[in-house]
């Protein structure tokens, strides 16, 4: 079999598995809790086979032309582009969700949302590999999407608590408002460049050439680029929503919120570094809200006293390093810390439920033991500013209050105020309160 | 006879017949199946005549694709609604209208449609009750307003010409003075049929009052948007380029206006109205790219929102039947019991905004890359309008199935056989053409 | 209104949980006990908002599975009838029948019911009078009933998820690097500092709050509570608002409760903090949050709400509705109205709650009687003679070791089993070499005397010292190193390839990778010899001395009766539980250890019994001789992994070591089995086909990361047995009865049958209520399932990202529970059995109201009595025909779910 053949079956797999396991759902089959974890167990088992096979051969890259076409206008291929780097990270995938489905195959027992789990799990199996390998900036936005969808679903996987569907509307709108960034790229590439594939994009001097007329839109693509990335990486002005999102089963936090779907952001830039790193002005940016963002999630994570939203702000503060490596030009190394915070961090999450007995069978850990003063670093500052410092990392620097109050408060409001002039033109009380005519008369029968 | 050709007559005929006998004896022993008769005969006529010659006559066979998306919409309605839902008097309104409407289709003599055009509103005003007067005299307004300026559109527009007018062949009028203002008024009372931004008060005072399916059909029926494909584009296309930048403006505002709308709305009915109101003005936005990506994308987009939003109306109207007013800042907890409902509901409400590995997704694709050809920043502004709805409809979802339910009552809404194939058929329609898009554009390239 | 006497009276309504680290099973609802068990429960309900029983259709399926009798059910409804005052019989038939009918009709109205399906019902509905529906609304305050329904505002979500942050981090344990600066000036000067620095970028309210706050300190929380609760502007009645505010986050405050009354209790450090500054700081928040969300709402859309507060009636579509599911067994065709209003009535009045209510009690009364008819067919039945024990076992009186001795039992006739206190009498604080702080190894209701040491055989070399600071100080660095800190840079890197496979081990092989890590740690850290210095003369502090350790090996051998003929080994076995990423580990430990494993107690135990001065002791004082040539063995058995210890077998003399350990290997066999039986509940390992692989799961159980359920614990728990080992020798039990041994005749006047009753009937009460109300209503009363379950502060578990502190037990953890009262049995004098019992406060609340079933078996004549209403009664037992079998192994069957009990027939060794 040429190589060709197997990154198709890499890239195709999960996706008969899903639509096997999926039409056995929606059929209510009666399927078992046997099933869904031998089939994905069997799936990452022959998936580790073909991506040995891959990785030996190192570049790939296959297109599937004519998704979309309509004939000399518009095309739009399913290109994938197979490279050693994200074969690396790939294989961390594999290996991670091999230990999470046998984590869950015990951890989910019994519990009625078994299937709905799994699904999601398979679901995101199918997706990553799009982002990974996918050459198209279309292609990774179909992956980025669905990844999105899979881990707000999980995040409202325990349906009758409120505040469990608010956090989960928390993390959507962040990534929907993200991923405009990442649709406006595709769509201004293919307007300035005519073409959306990654590897072109990747050297700006070649195309400006080609289209000189459109050469400064090219610099809006990596904007919108850079843009998309700050969702899913919970990157600064949207940091928010990562300790809110801690509301799903474990394995499900440990995998999107520990490891892989917060990656997604460096990733993202790391695929396009030849397009950000050839403006600089895109380089200091990405580096300044790096920075910014390490700071901030590694006051806030010292103050926060519950496991999960210490490991979910760790998480960001590796995040947030990794994007300055990726501002910084060190590519090989970016996949590696991302693979070693992806263990360490699954690691930390499937035992953060024996904190208690870790402190207990800690010698040093006794009534009376002295409490861990300031950080190192900020105990040069004097008393009172550390205080101060303390309860402003607390209470996140006013963060949720600035989205919340200043951006999206003015903006909900002036609506509401548009709404209630439209509602007393239409209706004539603005309020609508009376229930409408047809619902009244059986109602009130 | 009146300007249709005889094999679309002969369907519309029987399409016609089946519907009355359907009624009649649907009054006697209640089977749903008679109801079902009616919309099932349309769509195998027109799919059938759709799949095997598109090429016969141009584009005298739009109306064949807007009546299969017509009744694909009665079908599901029916097959989705319980026998209690709607009474008597509505189902017989509702049968009315859409014969009217599926009638307007095929019609080239410009009086006799804008007659039609007239017509098919009266149902709709009639079920407004007394009360009502201030909902109703709106709606009245509107549409008087638009009939008007059709007649005064197509008045001028004959007059003018040598040739008797025929609505399918208009490009060859001659580009003068007097034509801009009718095509001015022809472009208005598109909008105001079709509800863009400053004229959509009707939709507004209907849905709050009419009942349900009714309103919503003559919403769906696009009469509007039909006028537009047919005569409107052509022209522009032909002699009045000059009037694509305007369209343009009017459907992104609108549409960045009822996605920013959705989003603070007290009922959950209102927020999915405005929903659809952004998702369809977006496709007017489509139309004035004016490009062969644009209007195939406007059409796959057309048919892909039909389906998305019938399912989701339909399960809203079930909700709305069982539990009275749904408030859109309250948790109403359905999830608990009705699983299946709520899978179906969020399954359509990501179609309907456009997730990948969906028709909603290819078709706006297509609408986003033609747009952003001629006009970026508008592109910008359809993508903005794309993220809003997907926001709003999210939070539908999550007020609606959410929650706990502090209620001893049983809150299980029946979920018959009718009502999982309505769903099977929809959601293998959303998903199919959506991992295979290809498979419906050849047909939809072959219109244009 | 003195608030420091309301504020003392609403303490006792905030749970009692301790911290997880020293968590205890007791009753959730110890405040109500003062009323009796069914008023107790409502009134519980209503100020929690609980479930008063689970769903009917698990009791359904229980009353096909036989597990309910229907005597049981008509008693229930008589008393719920005479509580509705209804008629005794109406013109259709008696009423109990049609009451009867409705339970199985089990109907749930729907909330839209068209008229054209009700048509023949419709018109007759419509002249009845329709019912008022009985709602259940969810446990809030009215004010914020009234902004979430009309304004869609949800107050809690605005303030809580902060309130919560500042009050995890101010009483945090160690969980975050950096400490709260100001615990030691009060909560609030906390708030006041924390207010300052943020409000600037701060939330809304915090502008309104800072004039409020100038006028508090420490001091004045009391006051300033006595002036403001008066005249907040939505508070009717104050001390029932200031209840409804502590039980808003009644997980919290009951753990600030804690710390202001027991701060021993506290792990590490106990900040300064007390419940009225609680309050005084959540008010504040609440109406700062109050007054934000009114200046940007109308107040006309608020009048909304108000025109739909009238009760909601059933329409009279719904009431036809009724009358038609009612037809099926009732002719209605010619039915007179006033009994079609009544029936209409009944039926909306016994809805899904009461229905649920009177099968719960039902199920609850139908166990009991079945234990009871248990014992007494059993008593019937012939016990061969037996020869004197070979060897005698004393075992925890816990409920799960009650399979491995009958298991023991049947394998070794000669083998005698008993069941003390797991303590075994020793009240200490037990300070072992490698932890600095003392832990105490008694029970809760028994405050330890002195502090035990644990001390090393040869003097420490001074790098072990310091190598266990240094393990200490790797372990801290490692996890604060690794989150968010700037060394967590190298530490990733370094640490990722090595974690991953760590992770990989510890998930895929739970039980070798464990091994790996105690190999590794005592590489680093050796074990050293140790020797406990029980004996007053040569320990420097704490110790017994010869009189005490007499009386307290006295009383632990008088529980049991046996004074004389001492066999020569008595083997004293000690209980606990191992299991990894298990918050509750401490509620599968030792009950009576307060949750700890009870080795130290079984060693001392076995240390002073064989000294040769208090065996001297014992006869002069306590006219107990044991033969200088018996021995007492200390061993431990582990129930989550079945793993048995064996210790000091050097102090042992030569000719009893191979006996010693043929008696141990016994015990391991029985061990073995015991885990076979056990797997049964687990569905991963109940078809599992050979015993190897069993074996080797139940060590991965415990061991493994993923493992929610180590072992099931005390699930099923029904009955304590306080008697004789012959009441239920040879009985399959099915781990569901604390076995205490007491011998009457040995103790006429119950002098210790005191000890046995105090030590067993609160501790056994109380597990069995503690299960019971997790299992009913587990969001409520338990804890929800674990799998979002989050640390919070090293003290409790928080539902994901922020919730209230959860209380009682997860999900996991009960799921295949029968929620039952616990049955004490005792054999002894009735008379003696009152007199104790109404000297001992606690047990004689929980006998006289009802928490727990009290019966008494007459040592001699046999017949049954059963405490009701004030006194014992006689009790005519059930005449069950008991299922015979010829061995345990065979019995349970490849299902889980609780078994009738059944007789291993003649004790002949077939296994």
Redesign the interface.
Same mark, same amino acid.
């Given at each position: 079999m040429s190589e060709n053949e197997l990154f198709t079956f890499v890239l195709v797999l999960p996706l008969i598995w899903l639509v096997f396991y999926g039409t056995l759902l929606a059929f209510r089959i009666r399927v078992g809790e046997k099933i869904p974890v031998i089939g994905l167990k069997v799936l990452t088992g022959i998936l580790f086979i073909l991506y040995a096979l891959v990785m030996k051969t190192g570049d790939v890259s296959i297109s599937f032309p004519?998704?979309?076409?309509?004939?000399s206008?518009?095309d739009?291929p399913l290109e994938f582009y197979f490279n050693r780097t994200m074969g690396v990270a790939g294989l961390g995938m594999l290996?991670l969700l091999s *230990?999470i489905i046998?984590?869950?195959?015990?951890?989910?027992?019994?519990?009625n949302g078994f299937h709905r789990f799994f699904f999601l799990l398979s679901v995101f199996m199918a997706a990553f590999p799009f982002v990974l390998y996918g050459d198209n900036i279309?292609v990774v936005?179909?992956g980025w999407?669905?990844i999105g969808?899979t881990s *707000?679903l999980l995040i409202?996987?325990?349906? @009758?608590?409120?505040?469990?569907? *608010?956090?989960?509307?928390w993390a959507?709108?962040t990534y929907?408002?993200c991923? *405009?960034g990442l649709?406006?790229a /595709?769509?201004?590439a293919?307007?300035a460049v005519h073409t959306t594939n990654i590897r072109e994009l990747n050297d700006p001097a070649h195309l400006s050439l080609l289209h000189p007329e459109h050469a400064n &839109?090219i610099f809006f693509v990596a904007i919108c680029i850079v843009f998309a990335s700050l969702g899913k990486a919970a990157q600064l002005p949207l940091t928010s929503w990562i300790?809110?999102?801690?509301?799903?089963? /474990?394995p499900s936090s440990a995998l999107y919120y520990g490891a892989l779907s917060i990656g997604l952001g460096p990733l993202l830039l790391l695929k396009f570094r030849g397009l950000i790193l050839f403006y600089p002005s895109v380089q200091v940016t990405i580096i300044f809200i790096g920075v910014l963002t390490a700071i901030y999630?590694?006051l806030v994570?010292? /103050?926060?006293?519950?496991? %999960?939203?210490?490991?979910g702000?760790?998480a960001v503060?590796?995040i947030s390093?990794m994007v300055v490596e990726v501002g910084l030009g060190l590519y090989h190394w970016v996949v590696?810390?991302y693979?070693?915070? =992806?263990?360490?961090r699954?690691?930390?999450f499937?035992?953060?439920?024996?904190?208690?007995?870790?402190?207990?069978? @800690?010698?040093?850990?006794?009534?009376?033991?002295p409490?861990?003063?300031?950080?190192t670093?900020l105990r040069w500052l004097p008393e009172s500013w550390?205080?101060?410092l303390?309860?402003?990392?607390?209470?996140g620097?006013?963060l949720d &209050?600035?989205i919340l109050?200043v951006l999206v408060g003015p &903006?909900?409001?002036f609506?509401?105020k548009?709404?209630r002039f439209?509602n007393s033109?239409?209706?004539?009380d603005v309020?609508?309160?009376h229930?409408? =005519? %047809?619902?009244q008369s059986?109602?009130a029968? | 006879m009146f300007g249709i050709t005889d094999s679309y007559f002969f369907l519309l005929l029987i399409w016609t017949m089946m519907t009355l006998i359907g009624l009649v004896i649907y009054s006697f022993h209640q089977k749903r199946f008679w109801l079902i008769l009616s919309p099932l005969s349309a769509i195998i006529g027109s799919g059938w005549e759709l799949w095997n010659h598109p090429h016969s006559d141009g584009p005298l066979n739009i109306g064949l694709f807007f009546l299969f998306n017509l009744c694909l919409m009665r079908l599901l309605f029916t097959m989705m609604l319980n026998r209690y839902a709607t009474p008597m008097k509505v189902k017989i309104i509702g049968a009315a209208s859409m014969l009217i409407m599926g009638w307007a289709y095929f019609i080239n003599d410009p009086w006799v449609f804008s007659i039609l055009w007239g017509i098919s509103v009266i149902p709709q005003v009639i079920s407004f009750t007394p009360e009502q007067s201030r909902a109703r005299n709106i709606y009245i307004g509107h549409h008087v307003l638009s009939f008007v300026l059709l007649i005064v559109g197509l008045k001028f527009l004959s007059s003018t010409t040598a040739l008797p007018l025929d609505l399918s062949h208009i490009e060859q009028l001659t580009h003068g003075q007097a034509e801009h203002i009718l095509v001015g008024c022809l472009i208005l009372a598109a909008f105001i049929r079709q509800g863009v931004f400053p004229f959509h008060l009707w939709f507004k005072a209907g849905y709050k009052t009419l009942p349900f399916p009714l309103n919503i059909g003559l919403y769906i029926g696009n009469l509007g948007f039909f006028l537009f494909v047919k005569t409107i584009m052509p022209l522009l296309q032909g002699a009045f380029t000059d009037f694509f930048p305007y369209v343009m403006v009017c459907g992104i505002v609108s549409g960045l206006y009822f996605a920013n709308m959705s989003l603070v709305q007290e009922k959950i009915r209102s927020t999915v109205f405005y929903v659809m109101l952004a998702q369809f003005s977006i496709l007017f936005c489509g139309l004035d790219s004016a490009s062969l990506t644009g209007k195939s994308g406007v059409l796959f987009q057309f048919l892909s929102l039909g389906l998305s939003f019938s399912g989701l109306i339909a399960c809203l109207y079930i909700l709305e039947w069982h539990m009275g007013e749904l408030h859109s800042r309250r948790f109403h907890g359905l999830q608990h019991r009705n699983g299946t409902l709520s899978i179906f509901f969020l399954l359509f409400s990501l179609c309907a905004v456009a997730m990948p590995l969906t028709m909603g997704f290819a078709g706006e694709d297509l609408i986003f890359h033609a747009v952003i050809e001629k006009y970026p920043f508008v592109g910008l502004g359809l993508i903005l309008t794309a993220c809003l709805n997907g926001i709003s409809l999210f939070k539908v979802v999550t007020f609606l199935f959410r929650g706990t339910r502090y209620d001893s009552r049983d809150d299980r809404i029946e979920f018959g056989i009718w009502q999982k194939t309505a769903l099977g058929i929809l959601l293998v329609l959303l998903f199919g053409f959506g991992l295979f898009p290809n498979l419906l554009l050849k047909h939809v390239l072959s219109f244009i | 209104m003195d608030i420091q006497k309301t504020l003392n009276d609403l303490r006792s309504y905030l749970p009692i949980q301790f911290p997880l680290g020293v968590f205890i099973h007791n009753n959730m609802l110890f405040r109500f006990e003062e009323s009796t068990f069914h008023d107790g429960v409502k009134e519980a309900g209503q100020l929690f908002g609980a479930q008063l029983s689970l769903p009917e259709e698990y009791y359904q399926e229980k009353f096909k599975a036989k597990r309910i009798q229907e005597k049981n059910i008509r008693d229930e409804i008589q008393r719920w009838m005479k509580i509705q005052n209804l008629p005794e019989t109406f013109s259709l038939g008696r009423m109990e029948d049609y009451v009867r009918q409705l339970m199985d009709l089990s109907l749930s109205i729907p909330i839209r019911v068209p008229e054209e399906s009700v048509t023949e019902f419709f018109e007759r509905a419509q002249r009845l009078r329709q019912p008022i529906l009985p709602q259940y609304h969810r446990r809030e305050k009215e004010w914020k009933r009234v902004f979430r329904k009309s304004l869609g505002e949800d107050v809690n979500s605005q303030f809580h998820p902060l309130f919560i942050r500042f009050i995890s981090a101010y009483i945090d344990q160690g969980m975050s690097t950096w400490h709260n600066p100001d615990t030691h000036r009060g909560l609030i000067e906390s708030f006041k500092s924390f207010i300052m620095s943020n409000d600037t970028f701060g939330p809304p309210w915090i502008k309104q709050v800072e004039i409020e706050l100038e006028k508090v300190s420490a001091q004045t929380a009391e006051s300033w509570l006595e002036k403001n609760i008066t005249h907040l502007p939505y508070v009717a009645e104050p001390r029932m608002y200031l209840l409804d505010t502590l039980l808003e986050l009644r997980g919290w405050a009951g753990m600030v409760n804690k710390f202001e009354t027991e701060p021993h209790l506290m792990p590490r450090f106990a900040p300064k903090i007390s419940v009225s500054e609680y309050l005084v700081v959540y008010l504040m928040m609440e109406r700062a949050t109050h007054d934000a969300i009114l200046r940007s709402h109308s107040l006309e859309e608020m009048k909304s709400y108000y025109q739909s507060l009238e009760s909601e009636r059933l329409s009279a579509s719904q009431c036809a509705y009724v009358l038609k599911a009612l037809s099926k067994n009732y002719k209605l065709d010619h039915v007179d109205e006033k009994t079609l209003q009544l029936m209409l009535d009944v039926a909306s009045m016994f809805h899904s709650h009461e229905r649920g209510y009177v099968w719960q009690t039902a199920l609850d009364l139908s166990m009991r009687d079945e234990c009871l008819g248990t014992l007494a067919s059993y008593r019937n039945i012939k016990h061969p003679f037996k020869p004197k024990p070979k060897a005698k076992f004393y075992f925890c009186i816990d409920d799960r070791e009650e399979s491995i001795r009958r298991i023991l039992e049947e394998s070794h006739p000669d083998y005698e089993t008993h069941g003390v206190v797991g303590f075994f009498g020793i009240d200490m604080k037990f300070k072992s070499v490698n932890h600095p702080e003392p832990i105490t190894q008694c029970p809760p209701v028994v405050n330890p005397s002195r502090v035990v040491e644990e001390i090393a055989l040869s003097d420490l070399p001074k790098e072990q010292v310091a190598n266990r600071r240094k393990w200490g100080k790797g372990l801290y660095g490692i996890w604060y190193g690794s989150r968010a800190a700037f060394r967590s840079l190298p530490f990733t890197i370094l640490a990722g390839p090595v974690t991953s496979l760590v992770l990989l081990l510890r998930v895929f092989f739970p039980y070798f990778a464990t091994r790996l890590h105690l190999r590794l740690k005592n590489w680093i850290v050796p074990p050293i010899k140790t020797r406990i210095r029980f004996n007053k003369e040569d320990a420097t502090q704490g110790g017994y001395n010869v009189g005490e350790m007499a009386t307290i090996v006295a009383t632990i051998l008088k529980f049991t009766g046996s004074i004389k003929d001492f066999p020569e080994l008595n083997y004293i076995v000690a209980h606990g539980a191992s299991s990894s990423n298990n918050p509750y580990k401490n509620a599968y430990g030792c009950g009576a250890c307060s949750g700890k494993a009870g080795i130290p107690n079984s060693q001392i135990f076995c240390g002073m019994a064989n000294m040769p001065n208090v065996r001297e002791e014992l006869r002069q004082k306590h006219n107990i001789d044991i033969p200088s040539s018996s021995y007492f063995v200390a061993c431990y058995h582990d129930t989550s992994t079945d793993e048995i210890l064996f210790f000091n077998r050097s102090d042992l003399p030569e000719n009893l070591r191979e006996m010693a350990d043929q008696g141990v290997n016994d015990l391991r066999e029985a061990g073995r089995h015991n885990s076979l039986e056990r797997c049964r509940h687990f569905s991963s390992a109940r078809d599992f086909l050979n015993e190897k692989i069993t074996f080797k799961h139940v060590l991965d159980r415990g061991a493994s990361l993923a493992e929610l359920r180590p072992e099931y614990g005390h699930n099923n728990t029904a009955m304590t047995v306080i008697g004789r080992r012959d009441l239920t020798r040879g009985l399959y039990l099915d781990r569901r009865s604390f076995l205490t041994s007491y011998d009457a005749s040995t103790d006429p006047e119950g002098v210790t049958l005191a000890g046995v009753l105090a030590g067993a009937v609160p501790v056994a009460g109380g597990i069995a209520l503690d299960y019971y109300f997790s299992r009913i209503d587990n969001e409520v009363y338990g804890s929800g399932t674990k799998l979002p379950l989050n640390i919070a502060s090293l003290l409790g578990v928080m539902t994901g990202s922020s919730s209230d502190l959860r209380i009682g037990l997860a999900r996991q953890m009960v799921e295949i529970h029968e929620p039952v009262r616990n049955t004490i049995v005792v054999e002894a004098e009735p008379e003696v059995v009152e007199r104790l019992i109404n000297a001992h406060g606690r047990m004689k609340r929980m006998t006289h109201n009802e928490w727990i079933h009290f019966a008494i078996i007459h040592p001699v004549t046999g017949e049954m009595s059963l405490f009701k209403d004030g006194g014992f009664k006689p009790y005519k037992p059930l005449s069950l025909d008991l299922a015979r079998t010829i061995s345990s192994k065979i019995y349970a069957p490849h299902r889980s779910g609780p078994l009738p009990f059944a007789v291993v027939s003649e004790q002949r060794s077939v296994l």
């Open positions: 004519g998704w979309i076409d309509i004939p206008q518009y739009f290996l *230990v046998k984590y869950s195959e015990s951890y989910l027992h019994k519990e279309d936005f179909i999407e669905i969808i *707000v409202g996987f325990y349906e @009758n608590r409120e505040h469990v569907a *608010v956090n989960s509307w959507i709108s929907r408002f991923d *405009v649709l406006a /595709t769509t201004l293919h307007y &839109w300790t809110r999102a801690m509301e799903g089963p /474990t999630s590694y994570a010292k /103050t926060r006293s519950d496991a %999960k939203s210490i490991l702000l760790s503060f590796e390093v590696f810390h693979v070693a915070n =992806a263990f360490l699954v690691f930390q499937l035992r953060s439920m024996n904190s208690i007995q870790d402190f207990y069978d @800690n010698p040093l850990f006794y009534r009376g033991a409490h861990r003063p300031a950080p670093i550390q205080k101060h303390y309860y402003r990392a607390m209470n620097f006013g &209050w600035f109050q &903006w909900m409001r609506w509401i548009v709404n439209e033109i239409a209706m004539g309020h609508h309160q229930v409408p =005519a %047809k619902l059986d109602l029968e | - | -």
